[in-house]
């Protein structure tokens, strides 16, 4: 059975104040791990694709990596907009589509 | 830009009642998912279809929840009779078949459920 576990469960940090939030994942075949942002109220929206160990994406001020265990979600000089729950998931080999969610991180940025 | 759709996005009801919750995927995506949410957790699916086929409900309750793909667009999620720990957000997602490479799935809205 795939499992995620995200770490803080929360985390506030000053404007431009840089951190990094943690998804630990067992899966067996990793096919994709999947980060996405969800303010109040409404859906998820999509930020990355990771496939392999050792890939790394950026957009903006979010920076995403990947390990065989883990991956971090880096926020660097963060603004009070960033503020969010931030969900990963993993999808794999055996579980088809199926995306198995951790239970996020609420971010909030002080100005 | 395209976008999920979803109506109602906002649904009170009381206990026995019966709701039904509609989507509409991003064009052209073939596959379509539902997922439930209960407040400071992560979604969970409850079905997935693969055009008007149903390829993973192994997680809906399937004595009072029943989907609907009929023509390999838009769904239909029914919950009769409601009950009290329903109450959730129910979001719809779609994704593009890309082969055996993972794709990204792009969420609605939701809709808000509260069973009273």
Redesign the interface.
Known sequence: EDQ?TQSPEALRLQEGESSSLNCSYTVSGL??L?W?RQDP??????LF?L?SAGEEKEKERLKATLTKKESFLHITAPKPEDSATY?C?V?GETS????T????TQLTVNP | EAE?A?SPRYKITEKSQAVAFWCDPISGHA?L?WYRQIL??????LV?FQDESV??DSQLPKDRFSAERLKGVDSTLKIQPAELGDSAMY?C?S?LVLGA??????????T?LTVL
Not at chain 1, 101 to 104: L, N, Q, V
Not at chain 2, 40 to 45: D, R
Not at chain 2, 101 to 110: D, K, L, M, V
């Open positions: 995620v096919r994709g999947f996405y109220g409404k859906g998820p929206e999509f694709t496939y969900l998931a999808q088809g589509s199926r995306l969610f951790g239970e996020g | 999920v979803q596959t998912y400071g957790q992560g979604p969970e699916l997935q390829v993973d979001l997602a994704s490479r993972s794709n990204e799935q792009f969420f609605g809205p939701g808000r």
